[in-house]
């Protein structure tokens, strides 16, 4: 089971970190990933890790403002985001893949969080 949390209301410009903890399994040898979704639209990747954290992949519009990282001692993945804009409002997915690399394909991914609600206002 992953468990995604973190999220909340912040201002534009502003920060936020969530975090995604496993629980009844390990996650150490499985690439990670967040996914978000606006209401209305299909579910985009948004960042993923590789197995040992030593690669990593993002989305263009992401690029240079978030970072993913995992601690596997922690069964954890996180997301840093940093200068959020409005248009980062969505429900944030953690997910685990199948494959221990950085994949963007959502069907590699089969198990997912729950999703954390992310607001950014202007």
């Known amino acids: 089971q992953l468990q995604a949390s973190g999220g909340g209301l912040v201002q534009a410009g502003g920060s936020l970190i969530l975090s995604c903890a496993a629980s009844?399994?390990?996650?150490?040898?499985?690439?990670m990933g967040w996914f978000r979704q606006v209401p209305g639209k299909e579910r985009k990747f948004v960042a993923a890790?590789?197995?040992?954290?030593?690669?990593?992949s993002y989305t263009d519009s992401v690029k240079g403002r978030f970072t993913i990282s995992r601690d596997n001692a922690k069964n954890t993945v996180y997301l840093q985001m940093n200068s959020l804009k409005p248009e980062d409002t969505a429900v944030y997915y953690c997910?685990?893949?199948?494959?221990?690399?950085?994949?963007?394909?959502?069907?590699?991914?089969?198990?997912w969080g729950q999703g954390t609600l992310i607001t950014v206002s202007s």
């Open positions: 890790i590789n197995w040992s954290g030593g690669s990593t």
């Open positions: 009844g399994r390990t996650v150490s040898s499985n690439g």
């Open positions: 997910a685990a893949s199948i494959v221990g690399g950085p994949v963007q394909q959502p069907s590699y991914y089969t198990s």
